[in-house]
């Protein structure tokens, strides 16, 4: 479960945003969405415990993330927040199957084959286990993406512009195959994006205005 | 631990050129430090090694220097013989001043080993004895140090005929000299030498001049035409060097002395002996002194040099860490989203720079002793000289230390960046 109250931030005194709160019970999902430059991602990294607010409380699981000290919040987010990226970034040196266990290792918890082959083979990259991340296609990486995201069963999933670079198709399944995973292991879903493609698939969605 | 220097290893391998070239240029740098180092280390154990304790060395006069290396290292040609009873008084074991002293009869070879006549005493100087056989109790008889056996293939019941100077197969004698033992190593120029009592040398010598032209080639005895066959099969020989001063008008080349203490008086005896008598008393430790002035001024070149290799090393090290920083600061970014600490962070970095510095000293240290193998190949070949390629120096473990602490100071800063990596922006950027 993820809720925000009075979240404010301003990178200088001309650019303040006040956002919405949001509540999204585990299990639930949300689409935020707006125009660009409205903050959606600087929202997303607030809510990811990477940017500190101006003022406003984060609560996921009914922890105040923003109250934890620094090295407390990584270890928070590792194990109770998973993050997919518009562009995927990978550990270059090391195979897809590793960039599962690296997860696992940084959210201090050990490395749990069962669980990364589970995801592989549920995001059909079984096949690819031992091939270096980088050789796998932009459909692929996403797909890694979101095994990572889900690695360590997050409380949060928060996806930014998870389906840019996807056809409708492709688009589609990825946002259906989040919501499945996340009602499946209990995570509250976040989908960050301005695509419009994307409003048939919410109940629940949010927009922000710069 | 283990975790994150494997993971630091697949970093460096998947930029195999940069880390290659990173690595090799420390490993350059480590193996010129290392092999200066190791051969200066050596080079001053084998000289200590090789004082054998001498105070003094008389002999004839002429470059104090030469008697040194003639006598101690055996790498020069002597100045010249002088008569046993010009050295009497120093043969003697009553001598007030004079602890121990041994004769040295020099000239022959063989197969360029020096055949070195001399007593018993010389076994204690040089702390050895007999492995195999017995010692030389006859004329002719001989006990080949470790490394000459080896290299001549010589063992107890061999026979050799000497020749004049340090050239193989010149000039030989007629008479066959029999092997009776093999020494103990001792890791000094005692290794390298053939041993035979002073009869040996007199009577190989019985028609040819002391004053022979041939520097290297300084024979024993002129004035006694003693001839082999005039030998009794039962001759007997010195053991002792009390016993030469029976022999008063035989020559030795030189006699090495062990003084009793370092009290004024045994200072003054060297003195006293170039003041006063037709002998020269030359003094190793100041010789040797002399010898590392003149060559100071190279070492501290040379130790100028390895510092500078090893900062050049530094800074390939330092660079490489920055570039593969930059190329990898979305990996970074998202390592710390995934719950990485920002010590885990610098630490990842740190040990790159260590592993780096790990492989540029095995590279380095491997390149540096098997240069020194070759090079002491060449020099036991040339001067008798031997190297120990393989041993472990403690100056190795020293520059082992400051390549590591170099490769800590060379991550700091780019530990340091990766400690603060700006998530927000970076992943804004990306």
Request: glycine residues 6%; neutral net charge; hydrophobic residues 40%.
């Amino acid at each position: 479960m993820i809720v925000t109250k009075d979240v404010c931030f301003e990178y200088n005194a001309s650019h303040r945003w006040h956002f919405p709160d949001i509540r999204i019970d585990a299990g639930g999902s949300m689409l935020i969405s707006g125009l660009s430059g409205s903050g959606k991602t600087t929202f997303m990294h607030i809510l990811a415990g990477i940017l500190k607010p101006l003022s406003g409380k984060v609560f996921v699981n009914d922890t105040d993330i923003y109250r934890l000290s620094s090295g407390a919040l990584d270890k928070f987010r590792g194990r109770h927040i998973g993050l997919v990226f518009q562009t995927p970034h990978f550990i270059r040196s090391l195979s897809v199957a590793e960039n599962l266990g690296i997860a696992m290792k940084l959210a201090g918890n050990k490395v749990h084959t069962p669980r990364i082959q589970e995801l592989l083979t549920r995001l059909q990259l079984d096949q690819y286990a031992k091939s270096p991340a980088y050789k796998l296609s932009t459909g692929e990486r996403q797909r890694l993406s979101i095994a990572r995201a889900l690695v360590n069963s997050p409380a949060v999933l928060l996806a930014d512009e998870p389906t840019s670079s996807l056809d409708d198709l492709r688009s589609s399944r990825v946002i259906e195959l989040l919501k499945q995973l996340c009602v499946e292991q209990g995570s509250s879903l976040v989908i960050i994006s301005h695509d419009t493609r994307l409003k048939s698939h919410f109940a629940s969605q949010t927009i922000i205005h710069s | 631990m283990m975790y994150w220097f494997r993971l630091a290893w697949r970093n460096l391998a998947d930029r195999p050129l940069s880390t290659l070239l990173t690595v090799l240029l420390l490993a350059l740098g480590i193996s010129i430090s290392a092999f200066l180092l190791i051969t200066e280390r050596q080079l001053n154990d084998n000289f200590s090694r090789n004082l054998a304790g001498v105070d003094l060395i008389l002999g004839a006069k002429g470059s104090p220097l030469q008697t040194v290396l003639c006598n101690l290292y055996h790498i020069d040609s002597p100045t010249g013989n002088v008569e046993v009873n010009e050295v009497k008084a120093f043969l003697h074991p009553a001598h007030p001043l004079i602890r121990a002293r041994v004769p040295l009869l020099l000239g022959d070879s063989y197969k360029t080993h020096r055949l070195v006549g001399t007593t018993y005493e010389f076994l204690d100087f040089y702390q050895t004895g007999i492995a195999t056989g017995r010692k030389w109790q006859k004329p002719f008889e001989a006990v080949a140090g470790s490394k000459a056996a080896k290299a001549l293939s010589l063992k107890p019941g061999s026979s050799f005929k000497s020749s004049h100077g340090l050239l193989p197969d010149v000039d030989e004698h007629d008479h066959l000299i029999t092997i009776t033992g093999i020494l103990q190593p001792t890791g000094s120029i005692a290794d390298q030498l053939i041993l035979t009592s002073p009869q040996t040398v007199w009577y190989s010598h019985p028609h040819q001049s002391e004053t022979h032209e041939d520097v290297e080639h300084i024979h024993s005895d002129e004035a006694n035409h003693h001839h082999p066959e005039h030998l009794k099969p039962d001759s007997t020989i010195d053991t002792s060097a009390t016993q030469l001063i029976s022999h008063p008008d035989r020559s030795v080349t030189s006699v090495l002395v062990r003084l009793k203490n370092h009290n004024f008086q045994a200072l003054n005896l060297a003195r006293n002996i170039n003041e006063n008598t037709a002998i020269q008393a030359s003094n190793p430790a100041i010789e040797l002194n002399r010898l590392y002035d003149t060559m100071g001024v190279g070492e501290q070149i040379l130790r100028y040099l390895v510092l500078i290799l090893l900062a050049v090393g530094g800074a390939a090290i330092f660079i490489a860490l920055l570039q593969a920083l930059k190329d990898r600061k979305y990996e970074l970014a998202i390592m710390r989203v995934m719950g990485g600490s920002p010590t885990q962070l610098a630490g990842l970095v740190l040990a790159e720079s260590l592993l780096m510095c790990v492989l540029g000293l095995v590279i380095g240290l491997l390149i540096a002793h098997t240069g020194l193998w070759f090079f002491g190949t060449y020099a036991a070949d040339k001067y008798k000289y031997s190297f120990d390629a393989w041993q472990w120096t403690m100056q190795e473990t020293r520059l082992c230390g400051i390549v590591l602490i170099l490769g800590c100071l060379a991550a700091v800063f780019p530990a340091v960046s990766a400690y603060k990596t700006e998530l927000s922006q970076t992943l804004t950027d990306s």
